[in-house]
């Protein structure tokens, strides 16, 4: 009988996270004079030990005990061998993926949610402000925010708002606050309905939405929350891919090819820094973070100094981007429409440490049908991404004949998303693409920023 799932105690669980600043050179952030961003500048937004973490090089940090206590609700997350997928793939490859969608939201999102709410709430911080794409992490925050008795605001992009109304209601059993952006409650919200009263919004005017919520605030009391992006995100995510060496080193396997869907970058990095970290010591290992072909800043933006949101608040970051004022097409999978890519997924992606992939909308769907029929689990449609590359990737080990080990993170289960499988069973669904058009409106909105040095981190 074949292995299925490999399960870590909980006296086993990393008691560090790993931080790849320590072995990758960067870009800093830059302010509105282009000179590189201070800690301190960053103080009206994020609280003084988050923003320590950010800047950081240590490799590894300790997890304080109060985020261990509620990380233990569900993690160790296992690591599940995809038998009946390798059986319906008639693969010689054997298929791993570390399900991230046993936490009580349902996705890989609390593991950076609960560290946050913690730091907050250490530093004095009784409010958080933050934007959401599909709601998971407007889910994560409201949980962990509840977990250490915050306040949690969220802007949710309004065609996620629209297409899945229970993660709305997810946010709320947990405390949260959930209002669609573009939204009449800020001056970055203001000006986007302004100019089109229709806008389906994006993660970018989201974030402006949430950051002036955030530092508007007189009392100082109130700080805002990102879910991807940053460095200390990062950071925290990456339990992910420690508890999978561990769990890969006690059945004696290692993988050939890690791959996970990327929006901000934050799912991606967690599963693939810990072995990006072996890649940039001589491990041969091939990494590849998955997009959508209708928002592909991997594979078709630039690396450029650019804003991390719509309104230009946030400070500019190196990273591949298609223009912070690009809204993509409001495809379901609402967690990877974002503008850019994290600083570090964008710089390993420069290097050519790792390799970006992009699938479309209807490709993920079909890998998410055939997932589910195999697996039984219903794969958020942001999981789905990384469920056709490693589709791709069995069916090029049959070819070849090769016996390659493939690890995925499951970054998050579909059970809200049930609205778009539907549209997707009933041929309502379609392949978004992103323009030459928009690729030269795109181009605009950093045209006359500075440009990021071409850095080797080896």
């Known amino acids: 009988?074949?292995?299925r799932k490999v399960v870590l105690t909980e006296d086993e669980m990393p008691r560090q996270w790993y931080n790849i600043l320590a072995d990758i050179k960067m870009n800093?952030?830059?302010g509105p004079d282009g000179k590189p961003v201070s800690p301190d500048m960053l103080a009206p937004v994020f609280p003084m030990n988050l923003i320590e973490q950010e800047v950081s090089s240590e490799r590894w940090i300790t997890i304080p005990d109060a985020v261990m206590d509620v990380y233990r609700i569900w993690r160790p997350s296992p690591l599940v061998r995809a038998v009946d997928l390798e059986k319906a793939l008639d693969t010689p490859a054997r298929i791993y993926f570390k399900n991230e969608g046993v936490s009580p939201p349902g996705s890989h999102k609390p593991n950076t949610a609960v560290p946050q709410a913690y730091y907050n709430k250490v530093f004095g911080i009784k409010r958080i402000t933050t934007e959401t794409g599909a709601g998971q992490w407007g889910s994560a925050l409201s949980f962990a925010c509840s977990q250490f008795g915050l306040e949690c605001k969220v802007y949710m992009v309004k065609i996620s708002f629209e297409q899945k109304p229970y993660r709305k209601t997810m946010m709320g059993v947990w405390g949260g606050k959930c209002v669609p952006s573009p939204s009449n409650e800020t001056k970055a919200g203001r000006d986007v309905l302004a100019q089109n009263p229709d806008s389906p919004g994006s993660l970018g005017i989201a974030i402006s939405e949430a950051v002036e919520a955030a530092v508007s605030d007189t009392s100082g009391q109130t700080r805002y929350s990102l879910g991807s992006v940053l460095n200390h995100v990062m950071l925290h995510q990456t339990v992910i891919g420690l508890e999978a060496k561990n769990q890969l080193a006690k059945i004696g396997e290692?993988?050939?090819?890690?791959?996970?869907?990327?929006?901000?970058?934050?799912?991606f990095a967690g599963t693939a820094f810990p072995f990006v970290l072996d890649k940039l010591n001589g491990r041969q290992i091939e990494i590849y973070p998955v997009e959508p072909?209708?928002?592909?800043?991997?594979?078709?933006?630039?690396?450029?100094?650019?804003?991390?949101?719509?309104?230009?608040?946030?400070?500019?970051?190196?990273?591949?981007?298609?223009?912070?004022?690009f809204v993509p097409a409001p495809i379901h999978a609402g967690g990877l429409r974002?503008?850019?890519?994290?600083?570090?997924?964008?710089?390993?992606?420069?290097?050519?440490?790792?390799?970006?992939?992009?699938?479309?909308?209807?490709?993920?769907?079909?890998?998410?049908?055939?997932?589910?029929r195999s697996e039984g689990h219903i794969p958020?449609?942001?999981?789905?991404?990384?469920?056709?590359?490693?589709?791709?990737?069995a069916r090029r080990a049959k070819e070849e004949g090769k016996?390659?080990?493939?690890?995925?993170?499951?970054?998050?289960h579909g059970c809200l998303d049930l609205a778009a499988y539907e549209k997707y069973l009933a041929g309502e669904l379609s392949n978004p693409v992103f323009t030459a058009e928009e690729k030269a409106k795109a181009a605009e909105a950093f045209a006359n920023f500075p440009k990021p040095q071409l850095l080797k981190s080896r």
Do not use: R
Request: net charge negative; glycine share 10%.
């Open 1 to 3: 009988m074949a292995m």
């Open 28 to 30: 800093p952030p830059l």
């Open 254 to 267: 290692y993988p050939d090819i890690v791959i996970g869907c990327a929006g901000g970058g934050s799912n």
């Open 293 to 325: 072909a209708a928002c592909p800043s991997l594979t078709q933006g630039p690396f450029v100094y650019d804003h991390g949101d719509n309104a230009g608040y946030t400070p500019l970051l190196p990273m591949h981007s298609l223009g912070h004022n």
């Open 338 to 372: 974002y503008h850019g890519m994290a600083p570090t997924v964008s710089q390993l992606v420069n290097e050519g440490v790792i390799e970006a992939k992009a699938v479309n909308q209807l490709e993920a769907y079909e890998a998410g049908i055939i997932f589910a």
């Open 380 to 393: 958020a449609p942001e999981t789905t991404h990384a469920i056709a590359q490693v589709v791709k990737e």
């Open 403 to 412: 016996e390659k080990v493939i690890l995925f993170n499951w970054s998050g």
